[in-house]
């Protein structure tokens, strides 16, 4: 049985392709388009499943997608026919929901000279993110949330997942939501394109929560662990605001209503200004907002079940701060969080929804997420044979190893050098974050490395963290709280005798962003991460993602490209080193 899911028409657009209840690919399309975040019909990513797996569009039987216009209906209309918003609010909804019921056209005339024989499935938003998260766990049960923007008029949805059964029995309906509110935050910092939330989670560290008071005002907690937006500094809900969602990477206009948030915080900050302890401040009474509402769950519905494993999911399930603090701040023991909980993950989800609908097969656990295109080495060889000019110009040398152990070895004595490594092997990552197969390798002992790769590669705000990848059997020794982190999801404590130690992978507030790596799962970076700790007796190096503000790389020739245009030193490709 072929199952092709999708997201489709949300921002970070993407496929993925599970046969028999197994996934065997999966890729976003901002990866082939080469434009962050697009979004559309992931026209690239469906090739690429079906070429990967020798299939042609015909031979799919199920094609699900993460959204169905049939769904909360009746809140819709009582919601338009209560509030009145704009006419142009509402034309736009309405032709979001049409676009969302002609899908089969759209994509048979997406795929000219395939035939789709498929049976379309739509399944709701937040079930898909749920099931992006349960379905793919180890988990026979577990509470299950998912916590996001906006999709199919709700914005987070809570329930119980049991063996192959998601069962939903609560929402947050539109216009709530603490999605819109973190963007809002972001919006009125100045920081206003999609995807730019992250920002405001690493700004935070550098602030105090002083404005903490004023976010109690725009997010109410209910006593039943829910919460509500205080609809006087929104839009969102009334205005006919900007939205871009064609074929592009997503727009989204102002969703604040100015006078009332300079009224409560002051001028806006915009873009390109001068950050002042004030913004800091606000970034980090933002976070905390954030993490009053999302515990008041957690502790909620640990209550409601009396379950100790948690699934979560949605794009507010990429704030891997709050994440972090799960086991601290609630009675959940164990957590499953996706590679990819935003919206590509829907994907995923509706197909593990349909496949387990239809057929029963073995459990299928994600435990890694190099489902993505590869390589081989006649590909790489080519590449740099036709690019000799191009690699002699800047002084390269290019050699084979046929040795891996002598590869790791030599790259983790460059790390030790100084030197900034493009790493490229095996399968592309699935999800936003580069996880040892498409990343920018550094020394974390150095504490110029962040300021290093900001000058030669990376261009972005000083503030922003880079991240750690540690031995999964290290990671006790190196940070206050164990747990497996596979897919860089968790912020935890360094422990404080060990900060000093890794200065360029430890935050401001002495914090990393982890990643453990499992020799199971990706043995080479793991020999290359033991290589590194036998030199040095550190578990962990400084891993970013392979890019130079564009997506991150998926194609050698663009790994190549990006060497070639910035000060990288090293660039590893499989078996084959470029050396500057």
């Known amino acids: 049985m072929i199952v092709l899911g999708l997201n489709a028409y949300h921002g970070d657009s993407a496929a993925a392709l599970v046969v028999d209840g197994k996934l065997i690919a999966a890729a976003e399309e901002e990866r082939f388009r080469r434009i962050k975040h697009w979004s559309g019909m992931p026209t690239e990513a469906i090739r690429w499943c079906l070429e990967d797996a020798g299939l042609k569009l015909s031979d799919v039987d199920h094609v699900a997608i993460n959204r169905n216009p049939k769904v909360n209906n009746l809140r819709r209309a009582l919601y338009v026919l209560r509030k009145r918003p704009s006419l142009g609010l509402i034309m736009k909804r309405l032709g979001n929901i049409r676009r969302a019921a002609s ?23 937040h079930l898909a993110h749920l099931a992006s998260a349960y379905l793919v766990s ?29 069962d939903i029995d609560g929402r947050v309906y539109f216009p709530h939501s603490l999605g819109i509110f973190y963007t809002v935050i972001t919006q009125f910092l100045g920081f206003p394109y999609y995807g730019d939330e992250y920002k405001v989670m690493g700004l935070a560290p550098y602030g105090e929560p002083k404005y903490l008071p004023q976010m109690r005002q725009i997010v109410q907690i209910q006593p039943d662990g829910t919460y509500r937006l205080n609809l006087k500094y929104f839009r969102h809900h009334s205005d006919d605001v900007h939205y871009t969602w064609d074929d592009c990477c997503p727009e989204v206009g102002t969703l604040y209503r100015k006078e009332a948030m300079e009224e409560l915080f002051g001028p806006e900050r915009a873009k390109g200004e001068a950050l002042e302890q004030k913004h800091r401040d606000m970034a980090r009474s933002a976070q905390a907002m954030y993490e009053e509402a999302f515990f008041a769950m957690l502790n909620a519905l640990h209550k409601r079940y009396g379950c100790d494993n948690l699934a979560l999911s949605g794009g507010c399930g990429m704030n891997s701060v709050a994440n972090g603090k799960v086991y601290l701040n609630s009675p959940f023991k164990r957590m499953y969080l996706p590679a990819s909980a935003g919206d590509a993950g829907g994907a995923i989800g509706s197909a593990f929804v349909v496949a387990r609908q239809i057929e029963k097969t073995p459990r299928y656990v994600m435990d890694h997420a190099y489902v993505g295109p590869q390589s081989n080495d006649a590909e790489i060889q080519a590449l740099l044979e036709a690019r000799a000019a191009d690699i002699q110009a800047e002084g390269c040398t290019v ?32 999800g936003p974050r580069a996880l040892g197969n498409r990343s920018i390798l550094g020394d974390p002992r150095r504490a110029d490395m962040k300021d290093i790769l900001n000058l030669k590669i990376k261009r972005r705000e000083s503030f922003r963290p880079f991240a750690p990848s540690i031995l999964r059997e290290d990671v006790s020794e190196w940070f206050e709280q164990d747990d497996d982190v596979p897919f860089m999801m968790e912020v935890f404590q360094v422990r404080q005798e060990k900060r000093s130690l890794v200065p360029a992978t430890t935050h401001a507030d002495g914090s ?5 790596v499992h020799k199971e799962t990706n043995p080479r970076y793991h020999r290359l991460i033991s290589a590194y700790k036998a030199i040095t007796g550190v578990s962990m190096v400084l891993n970013t993602s392979f890019n130079e503000n564009e997506p991150v790389v998926c194609r050698p020739q663009e790994a190549l490209d990006c060497f070639l245009r910035t000060k990288m030193d090293v660039l590893v490709l499989n078996d084959w080193m470029v050396t500057r």
């Open 512 to 516: 990393g962003r982890l990643q453990t």
């Open 103 to 125: 899908f089969e056209d759209q994509l048979q005339s997406a795929m000219p000279g395939q035939t789709l024989r498929a049976q379309v499935h739509r399944v709701e938003h």
């Open 399 to 430: 050699r084979r190893f046929d040795d891996e152990g002598e590869l790791c070895q030599t790259t983790a004595t460059a790390i030790t050098e100084g030197k900034v490594i493009g790493w490229f092997q095996g399968r592309l990552e699935w």
């Open 138 to 166: 180890d988990f026979d049960e577990a509470v299950c949330l998912s916590v996001d923007g906006f999709g199919d008029f709700a914005s987070s949805a809570w329930g119980m997942g049991h063996g192959d059964q998601i």
